[in-house]
């Protein structure tokens, strides 16, 4: 049974940063990050294949947020840098069916709040 856990979110001010970790337990898939604000559709932000190889972004957050994994560790990041108040919302992880970044999604985890306010 896969499990996510996604933390590392918080309140931060326009321009600042945050990086937050999507932790699992024996995931050996791709992995996405996305974002949900009320009122709007769940957006995928980025995902990133198995290997690290290949990853891929939202128009949104292109130069600004990059993905990144640690296998050793069970771990994927999502370094956000010059944030924006648009990029408010409920980030959560989640794993792909395969290795890469094509195909549904078919596990979910919880996800972290990040505040962008001055």
């Known amino acids: 049974q896969l499990n996510l856990v996604a933390s590392g979110g918080g309140f931060v001010q326009p321009g600042g940063s945050l990086r937050l970790s999507c932790k699992g337990s024996?995931?050996?898939?791709?992995i996405g990050w996305f974002r949900q604000v009320p009122g709007k559709e769940r957006e995928e932000v980025s995902c990133i294949s198995r290997s690290g190889s290949n990853t891929n972004y939202a128009d949104s957050v292109k130069g600004r947020f990059t993905i990144s994994r640690d296998n050793a560790k069970n771990t994927v990041y999502l370094e956000m840098n010059s944030l924006k108040p648009e990029d408010t919302g409920v980030y959560s992880c989640a794993a792909r069916g395969g290795y890469t970044c094509s195909g549904p999604y078919n596990a979910w985890g919880q996800g972290t709040q990040i505040t962008v306010s001055s």
């Open positions: 024996g995931f050996t898939t791709a």
